[in-house]
């Protein structure tokens, strides 16, 4: 549940840290600055027990990294999994 999320989070801290090439060659820090910023709300959402209605629970991140993004990105399914977690709540 919201373990994938922290994990989602963790893994672009350390990409950020570390300039992962790798990932930086997909995107920018600035997207994913974005994208933790998204996480890290669901997180709060999830702590004061305020889901949105299941409907209303899309991030938008899924979508671009799915669009942008090679399909065997370590980090994109790592951070799909934990908006399809909060999806799932």
């Known amino acids: 549940m919201h373990r994938e999320i922290i994990r989602a989070i963790e893994c672009i801290n350390e990409?950020?840290?570390l300039a992962d090439a790798n990932v930086?060659?997909?995107?920018t820090v600035s997207q994913l600055e974005h994208f933790?910023?998204?996480?890290?709300?669901?997180?709060?959402?999830?702590?004061?027990?305020?889901l949105p209605e299941k409907q209303n629970?899309?991030?938008g991140i899924s979508r671009?990294?799915?669009?942008?993004?090679p399909y065997d990105s370590?980090?994109?399914v790592?951070?799909?999994?934990?908006?399809?977690?909060?999806k799932g709540l």
């Open 15 to 17: 990409a950020i840290k």
């Open 24 to 27: 930086l060659a997909l995107t």
């Open 36 to 50: 933790k910023q998204k996480l890290e709300v669901a997180l709060d959402l999830i702590a004061q027990n305020d």
């Open 57 to 59: 629970r899309d991030l």
């Open 64 to 69: 671009v990294i799915v669009d942008q993004w």
């Open 74 to 76: 370590k980090l994109g």
């Open 78 to 86: 790592i951070i799909v999994e934990a908006e399809q977690a909060f």
